[in-house]
């Protein structure tokens, strides 16, 4: 039963996670595109993007730091290296704009 408990708890925290990530992903394409084409919109949307990515961020640390040691490990597992992947892919979009 305390593993269920812990189970739903950690699906739970981890729906919320997946949503952030999926809206900060689909910012991140958006800010992408635009910077490889240079448009005058690339600018916002890569302050968009980031400002996705820190809203996952924040709450992925929340659900980490605010879980019982169990939950958040298990937070960490499944989507930690995903949100780390798309933090140095946000940090490589803005180095190649100010390249430009």
């Known amino acids: 039963m305390v593993r269920y408990a812990l189970k739903s708890e950690a699906d739970a925290k ?3 996670l997946q949503e952030l ?3 900060a992903k689909d910012e991140f394409e958006i800010a992408s595109e635009e910077t490889e084409k240079k448009t005058v919109y ?3 949307d890569r302050v968009a993007a980031q400002e996705e990515l820190q809203k996952l961020k924040a709450a ?3 659900a980490v730091q605010n879980s019982t040691p169990e939950v ?3 937070i960490k597992a499944r989507v930690g290296q995903r949100i780390r992947e798309l933090d140095r892919a ?3 979009m803005e180095e190649m704009a100010m390249e430009d």
Do not use: H, M, Q, W
Request: charge should be negative; aromatic fraction near 12%.
């Open 60 to 62: 992925f640390d929340n």
């Open 21 to 23: 990530y999926a809206t």
């Open 14 to 16: 981890l729906e919320e």
């Open 72 to 74: 958040g490990a298990e």
């Open 90 to 92: 946000v940090e490589v």
């Open 42 to 44: 690339a600018a916002d």
